[in-house]
């Protein structure tokens, strides 16, 4: 079992490109959840997925972020345009449905310059 | 809203018992106490769980009181490795609407 798969683990890019985060969870895991981290506002829900169906996006901060999940094994955050104040660590977690336990995947480290 | 409280930050020595609390006074009958934790630079990392009795497990105890309005976490030999800040959580469990807010936990510095 690898684990929950995040890449890439370090992003630098420059301010106005766009971001694309991925994550592969565990599998046989049904719940997906994106989360962003920073030092001022912790860790914070950005969005769920529960079977490839977006459940809860009232985390997502602005319309530059989307998500999807095209199958049980793939999921993508989008930033477009970024910009400096999205630097943050995301991190993607799974859990079965009846939600044992989170998994948490290493995070990718997002820096916008 | 912030559903649980915990200290900002605790010591313990090394070898000794952990024992973090956690404050939930508005948990409701449905809302089961998870924990998690931290490790500087690392996702966190699901630790236990529970409605209302104690639970165990290879990693810590669970204690939760008899009107589940508290509970603590109990590591019965930290270690070093366990320096981690450490998440309290109530939350409905199981089902599509189930997720976990995490709020600012408990810095524990395991102490040599």
């Known amino acids: 079992d690898a684990g929950v798969i995040q890449s890439p683990r370090h992003e630098v890019t420059e301010m106005g490109q766009e971001v694309t985060l991925r994550c592969k969870p565990i599998?046989?895991?049904?719940?997906l959840f994106w989360y962003r981290q920073t030092m001022m506002r912790g860790l914070e829900l950005l969005i769920y997925f529960n079977n490839n169906v977006p459940i809860d996006d009232s985390g997502m901060p602005e319309d530059r972020f989307s998500a999807k999940m095209p199958n049980a094994s793939f999921s993508t955050l989008k930033i477009q345009p970024s910009e400096p104040r999205d630097s943050a660590v995301y991190f993607c977690?799974?859990?079965?449905?009846?939600?044992?336990?989170?998994?948490f995947g290493s995070g990718t480290r997002l820096t916008v310059v | 809203d912030a559903k649980t409280t915990q200290p900002p930050s605790m010591d313990c020595a090394e070898g000794r018992a952990a024992n973090l609390p956690c404050n939930h006074s508005t948990i409701s009958g449905n809302e089961y106490v998870y924990w998690y934790r931290q490790i500087h630079s690392q996702g966190p990392q699901y630790i236990i769980h529970g409605l209302k009795n104690n639970e165990t497990n290879e990693m810590a105890s669970l204690i939760i009181t008899e009107d589940r309005k508290s509970s603590t976490l109990i590591l019965p030999h930290a270690t070093l490795r366990d320096t981690a800040v450490y998440y309290c959580?109530?939350?409905?469990?199981?089902?599509?609407?189930?997720?976990?807010?995490f709020g600012t936990g408990t810095l524990l510095a395991v102490q040599p």
């Open positions: 977690a799974s859990s079965q449905d009846i939600n044992y336990g989170y998994t």
């Open positions: 599998s046989g895991h049904n719940s």
């Open positions: 959580i109530v939350s409905p469990y199981g089902g599509a609407t189930n997720k976990l807010i």
